[in-house]
């Protein structure tokens, strides 16, 4: 077997495939090509990506028997702050018991005083290797056929035959390009570019001013979804997230007050910051399989704008379980693998309307006033009663599928409270204008 790429989706994909095949005594060689190297700091080790793993995805982890070791983990966030215009909100975990990872996918961003060489991605790869996998730093070329088999030609002109290879290259990778010799029905998926920067702050600046917190902007900004802030070691990440996200958009992000607020007094962008504008997917790739070969991770089927790891974790089990016990042509694939596919698409059918939705309350003030009002008031009250806060938290962590938050949203309590409180911040909105009209005469 042969795996294309060495980030979670192809690691996920190869330690899956090699436990189960020991499990029930099925020989197997597993090959992975991956020319970079995670161990060195900067782009040229990096996987380019938030590196937030869910809570969902630690449990997964867990129940498999993976252990994320601290040295992996660059800071537990236990909590989120909201920051609106009209105010801001930190928010503790609805239900006490959550928890999510904040890790670099690399040893570190460029600058960092000391690279960390047990990032998630080389973790991983590690756990794969310690199954039996060869790790191949070697670039693969092309991916052609020779009696039937896949053959995988890297550079240098080295080639070799499988009976599967799987394809993790992600959706910034060369995924198409590798099979185009084929004719397979194959499309990748359609993406838009993105943006991600490190600040460079130091341990004790970032304790003090980002805490545990994971940060959460939803400014009224065209072409922008959502931002995040999270405090990794001696870093912060920024992760800005909408459509075709350009430098002006984020010229203008930083100068927002409640971004201001957020960071060290007196800072300011540095010039010169360890930063890409990676693709990520919006939707689905088109038959992500074929006879003897699979498409795990971004460059298959991943989630909208979050939670991409979770979503490599699902694919590749999912394919290295259809390729043990089921085999590996394109109808066992259709079968037994695109079923988690079309599961993650159809819950991001959701996730659009869930956007949609945050888009509404994003250019519209007095919605902002009601739902930063809703969640003020939630903190004062138990777990479960706190409505608001649970969706925020599954919507923004990606720790619980689209189809639960849109479900949480159609309770009667929690529509009669947020038209409550609506209504509620337009009446002080009223109250106030009137207040001023008095002293101005």
């Known amino acids: 077997?042969?795996?294309?790429?060495?980030?979670?989706?192809?690691?996920?994909?190869?330690?899956?495939?090699?436990?189960?095949?020991?499990?029930?005594?099925l020989?197997?060689?597993?090959?992975?090509?991956?020319?970079?190297?995670?161990h060195v700091s900067g782009p040229a080790g990096c996987n380019m990506c938030g590196g937030v793993i869910s809570e969902t995805l630690?449990?997964?982890?867990?129940?498999?028997?993976?252990?994320?070791?601290?040295?992996?983990?660059?800071?537990?966030?236990?909590?989120?702050?909201?920051?609106?215009?009209?105010?801001?909100?930190?928010?503790e975990t609805p239900l006490h018991e959550k928890r999510i990872a904040a890790v670099h996918r690399g040893a570190g961003p460029r600058g960092i005083a000391s690279p960390n060489p047990c990032g998630f991605d080389a973790f991983l790869l590690a756990l794969a290797q310690s199954h039996g996998a060869r790790h191949l730093r070697q670039r693969v070329e092309s991916v052609?056929?020779?009696?039937?088999?896949?053959?995988?030609?890297?550079?240098?002109?080295?080639?070799?035959?499988?009976?599967?290879?799987?394809?993790?290259?992600?959706?910034?990778?060369?995924?198409?390009?590798?099979?185009q010799s084929l004719g397979l029905p194959y499309r990748e998926p359609p993406s838009t570019k993105t943006y991600i920067c490190e600040f460079l702050?130091?341990?004790?600046?970032?304790?003090?001013?980002?805490?545990?917190?994971m940060h959460v902007f939803l400014p009224h900004l065209p072409r922008l979804e959502f931002a995040a802030i999270i405090p990794k070691g001696e870093f912060a990440t920024l992760c800005v997230l909408g459509?075709?996200?350009?430098?002006a958009i984020i010229r203008e992000f930083l100068e927002l007050p409640e971004v201001r607020a957020c960071m060290p007094p007196g800072w300011e962008p540095p010039v010169d910051l360890c930063h890409c504008s990676p693709r990520i997917s919006t939707g689905p790739a088109l038959i992500p399989y074929a006879d003897r070969l699979v498409f795990v991770g971004d460059c298959g089927t991943t989630r909208l704008y979050k939670d991409g790891l979770g979503a490599a974790y699902r694919t590749a089990k999912a394919a290295a379980k259809?390729?043990?016990?089921?085999?590996?042509?394109?109808?066992?694939f259709q079968q037994h693998f695109e079923p988690t596919c079309n599961s993650i698409a159809?819950?991001?059918?959701?996730?659009?309307?869930?956007?949609?939705?945050?888009?509404?309350?994003?250019?519209?003030?007095?919605?902002?006033?009601?739902?930063?009002?809703?969640?003020?008031?939630?903190?004062?009250?138990s777990g479960a009663e706190r409505r608001m806060s649970i969706v925020l938290w599954d919507t923004f962590t990606g720790s619980a599928p689209y189809r639960e938050v849109v479900l949480r949203t159609l309770h009667p309590r929690f529509l009669l409270r947020f038209l409550w409180e609506i209504a509620a911040a337009g009446f002080e909105r009223s109250t106030d204008w009137r207040t001023h009209a008095s002293h101005a005469r």
Not at 153 to 177: C, E, F, M, W
Not at 352 to 370: A, K, M, P, S
């Open 1 to 25: 077997m042969a795996v294309i790429g060495g980030g979670p989706a192809g690691s996920f994909f190869s330690y899956f495939l090699l436990q189960t095949a020991t499990r029930v005594g």
């Open 27 to 38: 020989g197997l060689t597993v090959d992975i090509y991956e020319p970079r190297d995670f």
């Open 58 to 91: 630690v449990q997964h982890l867990a129940t498999e028997g993976i252990t994320l070791p601290e040295t992996v983990v660059e800071r537990g966030i236990d909590c989120y702050a909201l920051h609106l215009d009209v105010g801001s909100v930190r928010i």
């Open 144 to 179: 052609n056929r020779a009696e039937g088999k896949p053959l995988v030609r890297a550079q240098g002109g080295a080639s070799a035959t499988y009976d599967l290879v799987a394809i993790a290259t992600g959706v910034n990778g060369p995924s198409a390009k590798l099979v």
């Open 201 to 213: 702050l130091g341990r004790e600046t970032v304790q003090a001013t980002l805490g545990s917190a």
């Open 243 to 247: 459509h075709d996200i350009d430098k």
């Open 322 to 332: 259809t390729a043990i016990f089921h085999g590996v042509g394109a109808r066992d």
């Open 346 to 381: 159809h819950d991001n059918w959701l996730g659009r309307l869930v956007f949609v939705v945050t888009r509404v309350i994003q250019h519209n003030r007095l919605l902002r006033r009601g739902l930063w009002r809703m969640v003020s008031r939630e903190q004062g009250v």
